[in-house]
């Protein structure tokens, strides 16, 4: 969802130099209930629709090929990272189509008012893709893990950032290169009011995004075959840089400030600094001791702190939005249902009060503790002596009533709680969809590839 902000070389000369300083994007971003809205991000693998094989970021038929095209045929404006630099983005109307380390193609929406909008947006920009796409021979899968690439078979996109992580990340877990450029989401954003609402809603989330990501695992193949779990994605987060990702301990406590946030962010190591174009590694320092040395003659500026705040990636993020980041990427008839669902719980008093009411005794050690459960067994892990899948019920059931209660129809006559509905058929038998891709996969004959790239097409 797009975020105001100041001129970059504004911020640039802004210097930190108190705890207000630190919290003032927080403070800048909130805003009345009733100019609330939602924005919807997809990420998604393109590949050649007859093998499998990664889309490549230049040549003849890749990443370049397609955004050229978005721009020719369907208004989009080129954004590169710098002036005369490669091409990693476009911008039309409030939304954007980024690029992900290894290709993946990122719609992130506008800000839009209800999830009819937000599906009508998605569904748009998957027609854009589909002449694009059937020209040059591709497909693109709605999947958490590239089920086919390995890491040699996929390219790097130039973004200044990304070298800085791909030697970075490696030291500090086994699977930072397979989250940069092998796994692919479905998240979403929300507006908030004041700080005790946003952390109020901080805490619920990340007490219940284990749950989430239990309910849209979508990633049970690994380079060809099922791995014999039902979120590979889920595996990999697991062991990536702890530092900057995960559950937050100390935001999940009751009375939490949106300084808690900034403590947690403070000691994380940054990745970079920017200045006059160049992108500068600086990854041997946290933020907080780079605010008291600085780093290669510079001091810490405002924009600084923002993009250190944007490399950070725990399973709920606050920014300007809150934004929730625990689930698979999705086939299209499911990219709905995950921003459905939130809206549900975030946006209607009374869901959040049961929301609240379902998750307030769950404990960050027992959250951990789940976490490698749900990534082999989804909806069918036991926590607390039942299944997830009893617990995803009840989710469901409240936010469902978050839905009906704010009433927004499409021209049909229905209110959201449509963009539930096959959600709810899954669940209801105790399935992800990984479960149903893998129940979907034993009746396909004997060519799986063949089959795993009917399944998670979008």
């Known amino acids: 969802m797009a975020e105001g902000s100041l001129a970059g ?45 990664a889309l490549p970021y230049e040549g003849e038929r890749s990443v370049l090929t397609v955004l050229g095209a978005l721009v020719e045929r369907h208004g989009w404006t080129p954004e590169p990272e710098k002036p005369g630099g490669p091409l990693i983005a476009l911008l ?50 709605g999947i958490g893990f590239h089920p086919f690439a390995r890491q040699e078979d996929l390219t790097w996109v130039p973004k200044g950032r990304y070298p800085i992580m791909q030697r970075y990340l490696p030291t500090r877990g086994q699977y930072g290169h397979d989250m940069m450029r092998r796994t692919c989401t479905v998240q979403a954003n929300f507006d908030y009011a004041s700080e005790e609402k946003a952390m109020r809603a901080m805490r619920v989330t990340l007490r219940l995004s284990p749950l989430v990501t239990a309910m849209f695992a979508n990633s049970p193949f690994y380079e060809g075959k099922p791995f014999g779990g039902r979120s590979y994605r889920a595996r990999v987060w697991l062991d990536v840089d702890p530092s900057r990702q995960g559950l937050i301990q100390r935001v999940m406590e009751d009375g939490q400030s949106f300084f808690d946030y900034v403590e947690w962010a403070l000691d994380a190591p940054m990745f970079l600094i920017k200045r006059d174009g160049k992108v500068l590694d600086n990854t041997s320092q946290t933020f907080r001791e780079f605010m008291e ?22 399973e709920v993020r606050l920014k300007r939005t809150i934004e929730v980041r625990g689930a698979d990427s999705l086939p299209a008839n499911l990219i709905c249902a995950l921003p459905a669902l939130w809206t549900g719980i975030l946006y209607d008093a009374q869901a959040l009060d049961e929301a609240e009411a379902l998750s307030e005794s769950y404990t960050y050690d027992e959250l951990m503790a789940l ?30 009533g978050g839905l009906a209660r704010r009433g927004r129809v499409n021209k049909n006559g229905k209110d959201e709680r449509v963009h539930l509905e096959r959600l709810g058929g899954l669940v209801s038998r105790g399935m992800s969809p990984a479960d149903a891709m893998l129940e979907q996969l034993g009746e396909g004959g004997s060519d799986p590839r063949r089959r795993i790239l009917e399944l998670a097409r979008i």
Request: include cysteine; hydrophobic fraction near 40%; charged fraction near 25%.
């Open 9 to 53: 070389d504004v911020k640039e000369q802004q210097f930190l130099s108190s705890r207000d300083d630190l919290l003032a994007p927080f403070f800048e971003a909130m805003k009345p209930e009733e100019l609330h809205r939602i924005g919807a991000e997809a990420e998604k693998f393109g590949v050649d629709a007859s093998t499998g094989a």
């Open 92 to 141: 039309r109307r409030g939304a954007s189509v980024t690029l992900e380390p290894g290709g993946q193609l990122e719609l992130s929406g506008a800000p839009l008012e209800n999830i009819h909008q937000i599906c009508l947006e998605m569904s748009g920009h998957l027609a854009e893709l589909r002449d694009i796409s059937a020209e040059l021979h591709l497909v693109w899968l």
């Open 293 to 314: 040395h600085g780093a290669h003659g510079y001091r810490a500026t405002r924009s600084d702190w923002e993009t250190h705040l944007n490399t950070m990636f725990p």
């Open 371 to 400: 976490r490698p459960a749900i990534a082999e067994e989804a909806l069918q892990a036991t926590f607390r002596g039942k299944k997830l899948a009893t617990y995803a019920e009840r989710l469901l059931e409240i936010s469902a």
